[in-house]
Structure formats: C-alpha cells, structure tokens
C-alpha cells in the first residue's frame, strides 16, 4: 500500500502555497469546507481507523482532500499522540488509516497547508461568503473591521477534526487540543449525546476562547459512510441530494463556548471562520482560519 509522509508544523509557520490572484477576485477553486469523516465513530478491539479526508459543498458527500496539501495529520489520544503516515486516495476519499495501540477515545485531526491571498475588503467578504464563512463576513461588516482599507493580504488556513472510540470505555480525549489556530473541543462527551441532548463545544482561536463567534452546524444530508448513520428520509418526490440542509446558526456566549440542540441523529458538522491579525505569520498581515469538527448524534434515549 502506497504510503504519504503527512508533515508536522509548528503553529503560525505552515508550508504556504501562493495564489496570484487580482485585487476583487474570489478564488471559486477553493469554494468549500473540508471535513474527516471516520468509517464509523465507535471501532472494535484492536481495529485499525479508517477515516474519510474530503471536501465539497454537500457534507458528507464530497471528493477526495488533494493529498500534497496536507501538512498535518494526528491522532490525538488521552496520554500521547502520534503521526499519520499512511494515506492512500481511494474513490471519493483520502483515506486515513491509522491502528492505536490501546483502547480509548482519540481525536483525530488534519491540517492543510494555507494559501496566501491579497484582496479588496470586499473580496475577503465574498471570500469568507464562499467558503462558509458567512457568519465572520457579517461581523466584519458590523464592526467595520476592514473599513477605510485598499487591499488585505492574508493566510487563509484550514483544519478540521473528528473524535472516535476504541473498544469499550478507555480514556476519554475529547477535551484534548490539537494545537490548531482555530478549533473546537466539545464540553461534553461527543461520544454519549442523542437526539434531544445539547452538545456544548468552545471555540478556540490561538488557544483562547473566542467570545461571541459565530458557527455553522448541520446534520448529514445522506449517508455515504458504513459509520454514519443517515440522518432521515428526504421529503416526498426528492431525492437525498436534492433535500433540503438544516443549518443551525449558533454565536459562541462569553465564554467562547457555543450550545447546539441536537434534532437529529447521524453524523453532524460544525464550522466556523475566523480572521485575526493576532494570528499572521510573516507572510500576511491577517490570518483567516477556517475549520470543522464532525461528530456522531445516536437516536433519542
């Protein structure tokens, strides 16, 4: 089996792949969220993981993550973690694989190398727009944050994470931070929420709270994995490509700690943007870092 050596950065100095692009321009090449999705959230004894790495517009389906543009890729576990090194593009997926040593919870998480764009207010706005970033667009435009100025240039980062169990109880990870410059970690454990329930997850940027962001969060539209459970039937006379997607829209309290109703049972992702100066590196003056997180809501108790 082929095998790709996934690099590790230190945080603020990713490998930087340069898009030329004209003042105004939107880059649609790059217009979608990128997701892990695992085989299944709850793994056997001694399995190996299997976890889907993809991207697109339609959550979970989508196409294969382009394997150079990973950087970073771990498992995260209670009292360790360690590389993944073994990928391999298979069909719709850049598949993960990964066979922990013990039981337990682990936190798996990817990261993607960012590019490095310059662009009018009005770009980073259609930009943020594009790539699932409405939320941060509005407060921008409310704060006036980009206000008074001819361009931006900025680092526009990617991450995002999944949490799977392994075996039967073990230590729990899910409090644990992969270190990335905009993140999730859930309150509560991801691993025993059903329908009914509320997830609770802090927003972390830079390793601190974030009060007050805003976050996407939707239910699965179909089921493409054997771990994610569908979500529901799609309404009468459409087919599950063509239903509708029930986003909530969620803005973290002070705490940077958002709260989310669980409606549905299947696989759910959250996603959220964010654009600092506090977090440029020496090749930008802003970075904008966007991220998710995928989770597993089980059947009403």
Do not use: C
């Amino acid at each position: 089996m082929p095998r790709l050596v996934a690099r590790t950065p230190r945080i603020g100095r990713l490998v930087v792949f340069t898009a030329a692009l004209s003042l105004g321009a939107v880059s649609t090449a790059v217009a979608h969220d990128h997701w892990l999705i695992p085989d299944m959230f709850a793994f056997g004894p001694n399995a190996t993981l299997h976890i889907n790495a993809r991207q697109g517009t339609r959550f979970p389906a989508g196409r294969a993550v382009e394997p150079p543009r990973v950087v970073d890729a771990r498992v995260i576990g209670a009292t360790g973690a360690a590389k993944v090194t073994e990928m391999t593009v298979e069909g719709p997926s850049l598949r993960l694989h990964y066979k922990p040593a013990a039981e337990g919870q682990y936190l798996i998480a990817l990261a993607l190398a960012p590019r490095t764009f310059r662009q009018t207010p009005e770009g980073v706005l259609r930009f943020l727009r594009a790539e699932g970033g409405a939320l941060e667009a509005a407060r921008l435009e409310r704060e006036g944050t980009l206000a008074r100025m001819d361009s931006v240039v900025f680092d526009a980062a990617s991450y995002a994470s999944t949490i799977v169990d392994v075996g039967r109880g073990g230590p729990r990870a899910f409090t644990k931070q992969a270190g990335f410059l905009l993140e999730f970690v859930p309150v509560n454990d991801p691993a025993h929420v059903h329908v009914g329930d509320t997830l609770h997850v802090t927003v972390f940027g830079a390793g601190k709270p974030v009060p007050g962001i805003g976050v996407d969060a939707m239910p699965a539209l179909d089921t493409v994995t054997a771990g994610a459970p569908a979500t529901g039937a799609a309404p009468a006379g459409t087919s599950p490509s063509s239903a509708t997607i029930d986003r909530v829209t969620l803005h973290a309290d002070a705490n940077g700690v958002v709260h989310l109703p669980l409606t549905k049972a299947g696989a759910w992702m959250l996603r959220g943007a964010f654009l600092s100066r506090k977090l440029a590196t020496e090749s930008s003056d802003w970075n904008l870092s966007r991220t998710t997180y995928v989770v597993r809501v089980g059947a009403s108790h």
